[in-house]
């Protein structure tokens, strides 16, 4: 009751049993070799795309935490050289009057 292995142009096929009156599987083996393989690719395709996006995903969490410290960092600086720059502005307004009419007019205190 086994099957029978025959030779189809090159191509080897296993011929099951028959299943109803006109019915009969038949598995190219080549065909089955070949489909095996293009499901092998394209898994392994898959997974290398999925990798890599989380690879890119773990390295965009990376430089936003470094853009915030670095963010933080030049605003804290930058609010230091304002409130040094805002101190000598009120120091020069207070101690230089380039008003030519006001020079000869003391300043209260």
């Known amino acids: 009751?086994?099957?029978e292995v025959s030779e189809n142009n090159g191509a080897r096929s296993y011929r099951g049993e028959v299943i109803g009156d006109s019915m009969a599987i038949t598995i190219?083996?080549?065909?089955?070799?070949q489909i095996c393989a293009l499901v092998g690719a394209l898994v392994y395709g898959y997974?290398?795309?999925e990798d890599r996006i989380r690879n890119l995903e773990e390295s965009m969490l990376h430089a936003d935490n470094s853009i915030e410290e670095l963010l933080s960092k030049h605003m804290v600086e930058e609010q230091?050289?304002?409130e040094e720059l805002e101190d000598k502005v009120s120091f020069y307004e207070k101690e230089f009057n380039i008003n030519p009419l006001s020079?000869?007019?003391r300043k209260k205190k």
């Open 1 to 3: 009751m086994g099957g």
């Open 28 to 33: 190219n083996f080549k065909w089955a070799l």
């Open 47 to 49: 997974w290398q795309i």
């Open 80 to 82: 230091i050289k304002r």
């Open 103 to 105: 020079w000869g007019k």
